[in-house]
């Protein structure tokens, strides 16, 4: 069965420019959880998509959103960029959520802000 | 102080020792406890999920979770070249989630 995709999987964007990256999940799962990977920071969890709902959020500011379709995909934006959100964007998928022992992670976008 | 500490590394053994990663955390409301191992330049692989205090071991690997400690460990039997990878230590609980820096370990043949 096709893995978790995410697209594109390279981005350069320019500051103040926004951006919006999509993640299509494992079929049958229903959560998308989105993650921040920097070489500073390391792992970070930005939020948590179950059902077209979102059920958790991590600490970062509102320049970063999300959503989901009903088909389960996903997509997050962030507005206004700024150097500092140059990192390695990750979405997982798992059939009932982030804290559950089904998490399946793709490959990753890679933005670079300028 | 942070949320999560995990000792960076990097860890480097022989081929079929027994590895020990571990994570210390300040927050109780956490009560998920995972590990994730990643492969250079590819997406982090849940390797080990464990609810509460407790053991839970699959295959050459063991976890352990002490709540009264807010400790949690890796164990990683006959570890082999393939187990080269960062570890990642995560933790969940209270709608918030946190992720250790990560131990590099190589594994020597």
């Given at each position: 069965?096709?893995?978790?995709?995410?697209?594109?999987?390279?981005?350069?964007?320019?500051?103040?420019?926004?951006?919006?990256?999509?993640?299509?999940?494992?079929?049958?799962?229903?959560?998308?959880?989105?993650?921040?990977?920097t070489?500073?920071?390391?792992?970070?969890?930005?939020?948590?998509?179950?059902?077209?709902?979102?059920?958790?959020?991590?600490?970062?500011?509102?320049?970063?959103?999300?959503?989901?379709?009903?088909?389960?995909?996903?997509?997050?934006?962030?507005?206004?960029?700024?150097?500092?959100?140059?990192?390695?964007?990750?979405?997982?998928?798992?059939?009932?959520?982030?804290?559950?022992?089904?998490?399946?992670?793709?490959?990753g976008?890679?933005l670079?802000?300028? | 102080?942070?949320?999560?500490e995990?000792d960076?590394?990097?860890l480097?053994?022989?081929?079929?020792?027994?590895?020990?990663?571990?994570?210390?955390?300040?927050?109780?409301?956490?009560?998920?406890?995972?590990?994730?191992?990643?492969?250079s330049?590819?997406?982090?692989?849940?390797?080990?999920?464990t609810?509460?205090?407790?053991?839970?071991?699959?295959?050459?690997?063991?976890?352990?979770?002490?709540?009264?400690?807010?400790?949690?460990?890796?164990?990683?039997?006959?570890?082999?070249?393939?187990?080269?990878?960062?570890?990642?230590?995560?933790?969940?609980?209270?709608?918030?989630?946190?992720?250790?820096?990560?131990?590099?370990?190589?594994?020597?043949?």
């Open positions: 069965k096709a893995g978790v995709t995410q697209t594109p999987r390279y981005l350069i964007k320019t500051r103040g420019q926004q951006v919006t990256l999509s993640c299509s999940p494992i079929s049958g799962h229903r959560s998308v959880s989105w993650y921040q990977q070489p500073g920071q390391g792992l970070q969890f930005l939020f948590e998509y179950f059902s077209e709902t979102q059920r958790n959020k991590g600490n970062f500011p509102g320049r970063f959103s999300g959503r989901q379709f009903s088909n389960s995909r996903s997509e997050m934006n962030v507005s206004t960029l700024e150097l500092g959100d140059s990192a390695l964007y990750l979405c997982a998928s798992s059939l009932q959520g982030a804290n559950t022992d089904t998490q399946y992670f793709g490959p976008t890679r670079t802000v300028l | 102080q942070k949320e999560v995990q960076p590394g990097p480097s053994v022989p081929e079929g020792a027994i590895v020990s990663l571990n994570c210390t955390y300040s927050n109780s409301a956490f009560q998920y406890f995972m590990w994730y191992r990643q492969y330049r590819k997406g982090p692989e849940l390797l080990m999920y609810y509460s205090s407790g053991n839970k071991e699959d295959g050459r690997f063991t976890a352990q979770v002490d709540k009264s400690s807010k400790y949690i460990s890796l164990f990683i039997r006959d570890s082999q070249p393939s187990d080269s990878a960062t570890y990642l230590c995560a933790m969940m609980g209270n709608n918030d989630m946190r992720f250790g820096a990560g131990t590099r370990l190589t594994v020597k043949p």
